[in-house]
């Protein structure tokens, strides 16, 4: 997994380093061991997260609980499309109000949101408030059902108004909708228009392309405005001050908002009316594309009422999970949570046609990991094997198999990072080339991918991250689905082409970086992206190193490799994958087991063997989950132990883990993805009670954050922090964690 300190940008990744910092609590270090997981699972998660994602693979759009408002929404679902680009937030805010009787408007986001949730297992976020003897319930989604022939980016607002006073009131309900469409990504020269024809407010900015188009979804009593935000007439201030509307569109200025208005509806008592508005949003300029889909979803509301939109959505909720697998036995919590998980890798795979297709991010927003690392992507591949989503998991795969590595400047086609850095024999800075020559170009990127499918790694003064791990897990993940689903023509189809990738970019080259002189494969920057400058350089981390967590995937990429060429019929590739992961085994218990306080356990790397003060690393326990080391076994146990002694959180009431010992705040908070994947291990070694004290903990928490799985738990109070909601890191590895307990329980 990404070591989440970096982001694409070397002067985004400052900011947000800076913001990050000033929100922390302060870290402290341990003073004391634990003896081991505590068996007791009456752990009690509390609510600290307060933003709610939607998202349908094409666009992306968050509700504020803490302000009763949207507060963004943005054309992609990743954070860049290519080195060149950043997907800007195009929504300042967005909200609802009302009146009564012709009163002045009050708006909801200044009305206490009283509760909010996902519909459970959707993208559907429902919020609801009281006011005035009115029960206000609003949904917000960006919707994978209804007609989208152009793949806009659309935004449906819903709100059900329901008179839970004992008299009948007359009530004109309001919408104010600020997107900054203008010249510099903000609010400069920006223009509105009203469609008759359509009846939509349309607005634009004709020298970028940004486009919204405005859609009422209710024509009762309607009526619309447009206005220069802050000034006397605008439809935020003519609704508070007048109570209405006046139907005057501005034609250009800084910063317009846009509203709606559906006015003096009689409502009974104990009655409820439906209200709602579509925002359609692209950058190409194009209204007829845009108006299209967006009518095209306006229709059936405008037919009927609104709230057909929102059924629309949950069946095709319902319908997805139809075909999910969740284990037998799960509890109410548990269940919520599973089928909250899988629709986040749901919302998180792009689903634009072209080179993004299929791409599953680390994170959606507001986490700062909305891009696709290969290593978080294998994990919610993983999970979304396990669930029985296999559609997704094929298209993953395929993204993987289709994405281009950046390449070097000259024409010969070569790989960047692998020539420049791991096939160069200039080992001095900033180089410090590894010099091994390999036979083809690698197929995985060695760090994540932009929107457009192609290769980036983020630098600093250590120099890039390379990291070989996501090789093997990918080699992992397609034998998963090819023994799921038995569909060996996704490795035949292209006259066997995935297939032939498979062995010769990603296969062959995992043996051809094992080092001759140890049996390990050469040093990188591994999970935790240490960075390329040598260890030997910097005598502490993060530093490149040979580390158990690569060899380890490797180790389970070319059993994972023997096992696919024994299904295509390869015999002689069975046996050269098959004793290559042997090999390794074989190294790693002999180059990285250490004795540690009476019992035996992997150190994080060579480099760091012997150092009990650095040598625990939590992302060893793979070396369990994926049979290198027997769950049985005495090692097995140690390996466990050394977890306890040396990395469980001492402070708050958390049985949970931090990653390693490196001792910085990123570092040493505690990692859902650690917890859920040493339970997973827990699991295998029969020590269900320890294990279910995790997933009862990490349940928790996510029952009281919206069923989201975080990246973080603070360290003193067991608050959300880092990126929320994650994806293969946290979603994911509930999901793996979940069928893992589970699972053993029926042997």
Same mark, same amino acid.
């Not at 299929?358 to 909305?370: D, F, M, N, R, T």
């Not at 080699?475 to 023994?483: E, G």
């Not at 997933?695 to 989201?708: E, H, I």
């Given at each position: 997994?990404?070591?989440?300190?970096?982001?694409?940008?070397?002067?985004?990744?400052?900011?947000?380093?800076?913001?990050?910092?000033?929100?922390?609590?302060?870290?402290?270090?341990?003073?004391?061991?634990?003896?081991?997981?505590?068996?007791?699972?009456?752990?009690?998660?509390?609510?600290?997260?307060?933003?709610?994602?939607?998202?349908?693979?094409?666009?992306?759009?968050?509700?504020?609980?803490?302000?009763?408002?949207?507060?963004?929404?943005?054309?992609?679902?990743?954070?860049?499309?290519?080195?060149?680009?950043?997907?800007?937030?195009?929504?300042?805010?967005?909200?609802?109000?009302?009146?009564?009787?012709?009163?002045?408007?009050?708006?909801?986001?200044?009305?206490?949101?009283?509760?909010?949730?996902?519909?459970?297992?959707?993208?559907?976020?429902?919020?609801?408030?009281?006011?005035?003897?009115?029960?206000?319930?609003?949904?917000?989604?960006?919707?994978?059902?209804?007609?989208?022939?152009?793949?806009?980016?659309?935004?449906?607002?819903?709100?059900?108004?329901?008179?839970?006073?004992?008299?009948?009131?007359?009530?004109?309900?309001?919408? @104010?909708?600020?997107?900054?469409?203008?010249?510099?990504?903000?609010?400069?020269?920006?223009?509105?228009?009203?469609?008759?024809?359509?009846?939509?407010?349309?607005?634009? @900015?004709?020298?970028?392309?940004?486009?919204?188009?405005?859609?009422?979804?209710?024509?009762?009593?309607?009526?619309?405005?447009?206005? +220069?935000?802050?000034?006397?007439?605008?439809?935020?201030?003519?609704?508070?001050?007048?109570?209405?509307?006046?139907?005057?569109?501005?034609?250009?200025?800084?910063?317009?908002?846009?509203?709606?208005?559906?006015?003096?509806? *009689?409502?009974?008592?104990?009655?409820?009316?439906?209200?709602?508005?579509?925002?359609?949003?692209?950058?190409?300029?194009?209204? $007829?594309?845009?108006?299209?889909?967006?009518?095209?979803?306006?229709?059936?509301?405008?037919?009927?009422?609104?709230?057909?939109?929102?059924? %629309?959505?949950?069946?095709?909720?319902?319908?997805?999970?139809?075909?999910?697998?969740?284990?037998?036995?799960?509890?109410?919590?548990? *269940?919520?949570?599973?089928?909250?998980?899988?629709?986040?890798?749901?919302?998180?795979?792009?689903?634009?046609?072209?080179?993004?297709?299929?791409?599953?991010?680390?994170?959606?927003?507001?986490?700062?990991?909305?891009?696709?690392?290969?290593?978080?992507?294998?994990?919610?591949?993983?999970?979304?094997?396990?669930?029985?989503?296999? *559609?997704?998991?094929?298209?993953?795969?395929?993204?993987?198999?289709?994405?281009?590595?950046?390449?070097?400047?000259?024409? $010969?086609?070569?790989?960047?990072?692998?020539?420049?850095?791991?096939?160069?024999?200039?080992?001095?800075?900033?180089?410090?080339?590894?010099?091994?020559?390999?036979?083809?170009?690698? /197929?995985?990127?060695?760090?994540?991918?932009?929107?457009?499918?192609?290769?980036?790694?983020?630098?600093?003064?250590?120099?890039?991250?390379?990291?070989?791990?996501?090789?093997? /897990?990918? +080699?992992?993940?397609?034998?998963?689905?090819?023994?799921?689903?038995?569909?060996? %023509?996704?490795?035949? $189809?292209?006259?066997?082409?995935?297939?032939?990738?498979?062995?010769?970019?990603?296969?062959?080259?995992?043996?051809?970086?094992?080092?001759?002189?140890?049996?390990?494969? %050469?040093?990188?920057?591994?999970?935790?992206?240490?960075?390329?400058?040598?260890?030997?350089? +910097?005598?502490?981390?993060?530093?490149?190193?040979?580390?158990?967590?690569?060899?380890?995937? !490797?180790?389970?990429?070319?059993?994972?490799?023997?096992?696919?060429?024994?299904?295509?019929?390869?015999?002689?590739?069975?046996?050269?994958?098959?004793?290559?992961?042997?090999?390794? =085994?074989?190294?790693?218990?002999?180059?990285?087991?250490?004795?540690?306080?009476?019992?035996?356990?992997?150190?994080?790397?060579?480099?760091?063997?012997?150092?009990?003060?650095?040598? @625990?690393?939590?992302?060893?326990?793979?070396?369990?989950?994926?049979?290198?080391?027997?769950?049985?076994?005495?090692?097995?146990? #140690?390996?466990? =132990?050394?977890?306890?002694?040396?990395?469980?959180?001492?402070?708050?009431?958390?049985?949970?883990?931090?990653?390693?010992?490196?001792?910085? +705040?990123?570092?040493?908070?505690?990692?859902?993805?650690?917890?859920?994947?040493?339970?997973?291990?827990?699991?295998?070694?029969?020590?269900?009670?320890? !294990?279910?004290?995790?997933?009862?903990?990490?349940?928790?928490?996510?029952?009281?954050?919206?069923?989201?799985?975080?990246?973080?738990?603070?360290?003193?109070? %067991?608050?959300?922090?880092?990126?929320?909601?994650? #994806?293969?890191?946290?979603?994911?590895?509930?999901?793996?964690?979940?069928?893992?307990?589970?699972?053993?329980?029926?042997?």
């Amino acid at each position: 997994m990404q070591s989440k300190k970096r982001s694409v940008k070397r002067i985004f990744a400052i900011l947000m380093t800076v913001i990050l910092s000033m929100s922390l609590w302060a870290f402290q270090v341990p003073i004391a061991h634990a003896s081991g997981v505590k068996s007791d699972s009456n752990y009690k998660g509390h609510n600290s997260w307060n933003q709610l994602t939607t998202s349908n693979g094409l666009a992306a759009a968050i509700y504020s609980v803490g302000q009763g408002k949207m507060t963004r929404y943005q054309r992609h679902i990743y954070s860049h499309v290519d080195e060149n680009s950043t997907t800007p937030n195009f929504m300042w805010d967005s909200y609802f109000g009302y009146g009564v009787n012709g009163g002045k408007a009050t708006w909801l986001n200044s009305v206490p949101v009283d509760t909010a949730k996902y519909v459970n297992g959707t993208n559907i976020v429902k919020s609801t408030q009281h006011n005035d003897g009115l029960k206000f319930d609003s949904y917000y989604f960006t919707p994978f059902s209804g007609k989208n022939q152009y793949q806009s980016s659309l935004l449906v607002m819903l709100v059900r108004v329901t008179n839970n006073s004992k008299t009948d009131k007359n009530v004109s309900v309001f919408s @104010n909708q600020n997107m900054h469409l203008g010249t510099d990504y903000g609010t400069a020269n920006e223009q509105t228009t009203h469609n008759q024809k359509g009846n939509y407010i349309k607005e634009f @900015n004709s020298k970028n392309g940004s486009l919204a188009i405005y859609k009422n979804l209710n024509l009762a009593g309607e009526h619309y405005e447009t206005g +220069l935000s802050g000034s006397e007439s605008n439809p935020w201030a003519d609704a508070t001050n007048n109570g209405k509307l006046n139907d005057q569109i501005v034609s250009q200025g800084n910063d317009i908002t846009t509203g709606f208005e559906n006015r003096t509806n *009689q409502l009974s008592v104990g009655k409820s009316k439906w209200y709602g508005v579509i925002i359609g949003l692209n950058e190409d300029g194009n209204e $007829s594309h845009l108006s299209s889909d967006v009518l095209a979803n306006a229709q059936i509301a405008l037919s009927s009422t609104p709230e057909a939109l929102l059924k %629309q959505e949950e069946d095709w909720w319902t319908k997805w999970h139809r075909t999910e697998k969740m284990p037998a036995g799960l509890s109410a919590q548990e *269940q919520q949570v599973y089928r909250q998980s899988t629709a986040v890798l749901k919302m998180s795979q792009s689903r634009e046609t072209g080179a993004s297709n299929g791409q599953v991010l680390a994170s959606l927003i507001p986490g700062e990991w909305s891009i696709a690392w290969a290593r978080d992507g294998n994990y919610s591949i993983q999970a979304l094997i396990a669930s029985g989503h296999y *559609q997704e998991a094929r298209a993953a795969l395929q993204f993987f198999f289709d994405a281009q590595m950046k390449k070097t400047e000259d024409a $010969s086609g070569e790989n960047y990072y692998q020539k420049n850095f791991i096939e160069s024999t200039d080992k001095g800075a900033p180089t410090y080339g590894l010099g091994v020559k390999l036979s083809n170009n690698y /197929l995985i990127s060695v760090c994540r991918y932009f929107g457009n499918g192609t290769e980036e790694s983020d630098w600093n003064n250590n120099g890039p991250n390379i990291e070989f791990d996501g090789w093997g /897990l990918f +080699l992992w993940s397609v034998d998963q689905y090819v023994r799921a689903t038995g569909d060996t %023509q996704f490795l035949k $189809s292209n006259h066997l082409s995935n297939w032939n990738k498979l062995t010769k970019q990603d296969a062959d080259l995992l043996i051809e970086l094992i080092q001759p002189e140890n049996g390990l494969i %050469q040093p990188d920057s591994s999970i935790w992206e240490e960075h390329w400058t040598p260890f030997n350089v +910097l005598k502490t981390a993060p530093s490149r190193q040979q580390f158990a967590y690569t060899n380890i995937t !490797a180790y389970q990429g070319l059993k994972s490799a023997a096992n696919l060429a024994k299904l295509m019929g390869k015999d002689q590739l069975e046996k050269k994958y098959s004793k290559a992961a042997s090999s390794i =085994k074989d190294a790693v218990k002999k180059q990285l087991v250490v004795p540690e306080n009476g019992y035996r356990t992997i150190a994080s790397s060579l480099e760091r063997k012997g150092d009990s003060v650095y040598q @625990n690393d939590a992302s060893t326990v793979e070396a369990i989950n994926f049979g290198m080391v027997n769950p049985k076994s005495n090692l097995a146990s #140690g390996m466990i =132990k050394a977890y306890n002694q040396n990395l469980r959180i001492l402070t708050g009431s958390t049985p949970g883990y931090k990653r390693d010992q490196d001792g910085d +705040l990123y570092d040493s908070r505690e990692w859902g993805f650690i917890d859920l994947r040493i339970a997973g291990a827990l699991s295998k070694m029969g020590r269900n009670s320890e !294990a279910k004290t995790l997933l009862n903990w990490m349940t928790s928490q996510a029952t009281n954050n919206y069923n989201l799985i975080p990246e973080l738990l603070d360290y003193n109070t %067991q608050d959300y922090a880092g990126s929320v909601p994650m #994806g293969g890191f946290g979603s994911g590895s509930y999901i793996l964690g979940i069928n893992d307990y589970y699972h053993q329980q029926k042997k």
